[in-house]
């Protein structure tokens, strides 16, 4: 540090309020600051260079732009003395803090001075030996303030408050509620038409190529220039993310979902998102633009999709068909055969049978898809007559029973067995403790005694999955109305539709012998797929009582 006297000393002011500091005190504003500053600069006979401020800023960041300034102006040699009113308005951030006090104004030749603190880094005081305890508390009370505010907003969401800085696409604030949704009914129907578009079968590329060939502006540019269309627009076209977005957002059927993402912490600032069932979601906060059964079309649409939209044809079993080997997504391309000319046809294929090492896959898809659909009209038939479907629903229901049975009886001998290995290491740790048994036989014994009871736990956990499938066939009274309303308005169908389709089937898997599993959504149309010769004797039925 120069040995300089007082008139030598160039000084920056350093002023700094935050949001929650300017709320609680005016003892912290920045006119007092100044105030308190400037008499200490006049009494001491300093002279000051410039005054540097930080309105609305939080000290736990030291990214501000006059205190950049403060350090722009130290490294150009233009002041050698700061002053604050006292630590805190230097920073809350302990560890940077110090950093500057102990490390960069040193290093730099620049005197520090915490007016309030009786901090001076020229002087040799006790007072700068405390300045790390009154860094660690000033820290201290950034991290309190900062979690009583982030409790104050997770309360505020959890009643249902719309605290998002900007309002979805269709709504607008509530003129005079805070914090409430209302419906901007002149954004309305393009909501509306974005939804049934989608649901009636067309791509995100196709509701894209809409909005931008009928010159509605973007929510962005909506945003900004409070026009819906514009024949001039530029920069603000749709985009295909944003189209999606809109279609997941649970704001279109009146609920409110927030805390999707929040920062790492008070200091770190990063954003990360929040898992789903850590959201805050609060239902039927506002009037809901689209009717919750064409958002749950939507939604199923979207699962089964994915995300590509870049294809020239939309296949009708597209996003339901998966390798049964590897698990994962099949896919369609066009192939064309050895002869000139000749059309391509779209043909089935794993794409990990490369990559992965899964088995090849060549299968003709329009010949799989046909078979699909005349599978899937002889089951719903097979179920619009009661009759037959009863028939044949009671025999595999038995089935279902037999395995529920045997299933809980292995359950039981399992528990059991853990019972009596507890039991077992309970007396042999008695036996231990009585000198009856020997340490190293208490360890070897006990270790084969663990091993085994870890093996019946996961038996245990896997059987239980087992019998919870199980259980979940006995389908209830909402989910037989469900399929019974599904199944007659499919039948009425002239052309299968792709939401019914998707709505009637969970996925289907093909493995490399080119064997066929279906895997409905509902257990009675599983319980009648799961024997295909049935369909033959059922045919034969149907056909004698002109059901067809």
Same mark, same amino acid.
């Given at each position: 540090?120069?040995?300089?006297?007082?008139?030598?000393?160039?000084?920056?002011?350093?002023?700094?309020?935050? &949001?929650?500091?300017?709320?609680?005190?005016?003892?912290?504003?920045?006119?007092?600051?100044?105030?308190?500053?400037?008499?200490?600069?006049?009494?001491?006979?300093?002279?000051?260079?410039?005054?540097?401020?930080?309105?609305? /800023?939080?000290?736990?960041?030291?990214?501000?732009?006059?205190? #950049?300034?403060?350090?722009?102006?130290?490294?150009?040699?233009?002041?050698?003395?700061?002053?604050?009113?006292?630590?805190?308005?230097?920073?809350?951030?302990?560890?940077?803090?110090? $950093?500057?006090?102990?490390?960069?104004?040193?290093?730099?030749?620049?005197?520090?001075?915490?007016?309030?603190?009786?901090?001076?880094?020229?002087? *040799?005081?006790?007072?700068?030996?405390?300045?790390? $305890?009154?860094?660690?508390?000033?820290?201290?009370?950034? +991290?309190?303030?900062?979690?009583?505010?982030?409790?104050?907003?997770?309360? +505020?969401?959890?009643?249902?408050?719309?605290?998002?800085?900007?309002?979805?696409?269709?709504?607008?604030?509530?003129?005079?509620?805070?914090?409430?949704?209302?419906?901007?009914?002149?954004?309305?129907?393009?909501?509306?038409?974005?939804?049934?578009?989608?649901?009636?079968?067309?791509?995100?590329?196709?509701?894209?190529?809409?909005?931008?060939?009928?010159?509605?502006?973007?929510?962005?540019?909506?945003?900004?220039?409070?026009?819906?269309?514009?024949?001039?627009?530029?920069?603000?076209?749709?985009?295909?993310?944003?189209?999606?977005?809109?279609? =997941?957002?649970?704001?279109?059927?009146?609920?409110?979902?927030?805390?999707?993402?929040?920062? /790492?912490?008070?200091?770190?600032?990063?954003? =990360?998102?929040?898992?789903?069932?850590?959201?805050? &979601?609060?239902?039927?906060?506002?009037?809901?633009?689209? *009717?919750?059964?064409?958002?749950?079309?939507?939604?199923?649409?979207?699962?089964?999709?994915?995300?590509?939209?870049?294809?020239?044809?939309?296949?009708?079993?597209?996003?339901?068909?998966?390798?049964?080997?590897?698990?994962?997504?099949?896919?369609?391309?066009?192939?064309?055969?050895?002869?000139? #000319?000749?059309?391509?046809?779209?043909?089935?294929?794993?794409?990990?049978?490369?990559?992965?090492?899964?088995?090849?896959?060549?299968?003709?898809?329009?010949?799989?898809?046909?078979?699909?659909?005349? /599978?899937?009209?002889?089951?719903?038939?097979?179920?619009?007559?009661?009759?037959?479907?009863? =028939?044949?629903?009671?025999?595999?229901?038995?089935?279902?029973?037999?395995?529920?049975?045997?299933?809980?009886?292995?359950?039981?001998?399992?528990?059991?067995?853990?019972?009596?290995?507890?039991?077992?290491?309970?007396?042999?740790?008695?036996?231990?403790?009585?000198?009856?048994?020997?340490?190293? *036989?208490?360890? =070897?014994?006990?270790?084969?005694?663990?091993?085994?009871?870890?093996?019946?736990?996961?038996?245990?956990?896997?059987?239980?999955?087992?019998?919870?499938?199980?259980?979940?066939?006995?389908?209830?009274?909402?989910?037989?109305?469900?399929?019974?309303?599904?199944?007659?308005?499919?039948?009425?169908?002239?052309?299968?539709?792709?939401?019914?389709?998707?709505?009637?089937?969970?996925?289907?898997?093909?493995?490399?012998?080119?064997?066929?599993?279906?895997?409905?959504? $509902?257990?009675?149309?599983?319980?009648?797929?799961?024997?295909?010769?049935?369909?033959?004797?059922?045919?034969?039925?149907?056909?004698?009582?002109?059901?067809?």
């Amino acid at each position: 540090m120069l040995d300089l006297s007082n008139e030598q000393f160039k000084v920056g002011m350093y002023i700094r309020l935050s &949001r929650e500091d300017g709320d609680k005190q005016e003892s912290e504003s920045i006119s007092n600051q100044r105030n308190i500053l400037q008499r200490y600069v006049k009494e001491k006979n300093l002279t000051l260079v410039k005054e540097y401020i930080d309105d609305g /800023i939080s000290g736990t960041t030291f990214n501000r732009p006059g205190f #950049n300034e403060m350090l722009q102006d130290i490294e150009n040699k233009n002041i050698n003395m700061v002053i604050t009113k006292d630590l805190s308005r230097l920073g809350r951030d302990y560890i940077k803090t110090g $950093f500057y006090i102990e490390e960069y104004f040193p290093k730099n030749n620049v005197r520090y001075i915490a007016i309030t603190d009786d901090i001076d880094t020229y002087l *040799d005081s006790n007072n700068n030996d405390i300045t790390p $305890f009154k860094a660690i508390m000033n820290d201290m009370y950034a +991290k309190d303030i900062s979690k009583k505010i982030r409790s104050v907003y997770k309360e +505020k969401q959890k009643q249902g408050e719309y605290l998002c800085s900007t309002t979805a696409y269709g709504y607008k604030k509530h003129p005079s509620i805070r914090n409430k949704l209302v419906v901007d009914r002149k954004l309305q129907g393009i909501v509306k038409k974005i939804f049934d578009m989608y649901s009636n079968g067309q791509g995100s590329l196709e509701i894209v190529n809409y909005l931008n060939s009928h010159q509605y502006l973007s929510p962005l540019g909506y945003r900004k220039t409070g026009v819906i269309q514009d024949e001039n627009k530029t920069g603000y076209n749709w985009n295909e993310v944003t189209i999606c977005n809109m279609l =997941r957002n649970e704001v279109y059927i009146g609920n409110t979902v927030q805390n999707k993402k929040s920062v /790492i912490s008070y200091k770190v600032k990063k954003i =990360r998102t929040v898992e789903k069932e850590n959201q805050i &979601r609060v239902n039927n906060t506002h009037e809901p633009i689209i *009717d919750k059964d064409t958002f749950e079309k939507v939604q199923c649409i979207l699962k089964k999709r994915g995300t590509n939209t870049k294809l020239k044809y939309d296949y009708l079993l597209r996003g339901l068909l998966y390798c049964y080997h590897c698990k994962r997504k099949l896919q369609i391309v066009l192939k064309k055969n050895s002869k000139r #000319n000749s059309k391509a046809h779209p043909y089935i294929t794993c794409s990990d049978a490369k990559v992965r090492g899964c088995y090849p896959l060549s299968m003709n898809y329009e010949k799989l898809e046909k078979h699909i659909t005349s /599978i899937l009209k002889k089951i719903c038939k097979i179920y619009a007559d009661k009759e037959v479907f009863e =028939r044949i629903y009671e025999k595999y229901q038995n089935k279902t029973l037999d395995i529920k049975i045997d299933y809980r009886n292995k359950l039981l001998q399992i528990n059991k067995n853990i019972n009596e290995i507890n039991s077992n290491l309970d007396k042999m740790y008695i036996d231990k403790l009585k000198g009856v048994l020997q340490e190293e *036989d208490y360890i =070897r014994i006990s270790k084969k005694l663990i091993f085994e009871r870890t093996k019946l736990n996961e038996q245990k956990k896997e059987l239980i999955q087992k019998l919870s499938k199980t259980e979940e066939k006995v389908d209830n009274k909402n989910r037989k109305k469900e399929i019974e309303e599904l199944i007659e308005n499919f039948l009425k169908l002239e052309k299968i539709d792709k939401m019914y389709l998707y709505r009637l089937i969970n996925k289907i898997e093909i493995d490399k012998d080119k064997n066929i599993y279906i895997y409905f959504n $509902f257990s009675k149309l599983n319980s009648m797929a799961k024997n295909m010769d049935e369909f033959i004797r059922i045919e034969e039925l149907i056909s004698e009582k002109n059901v067809y």
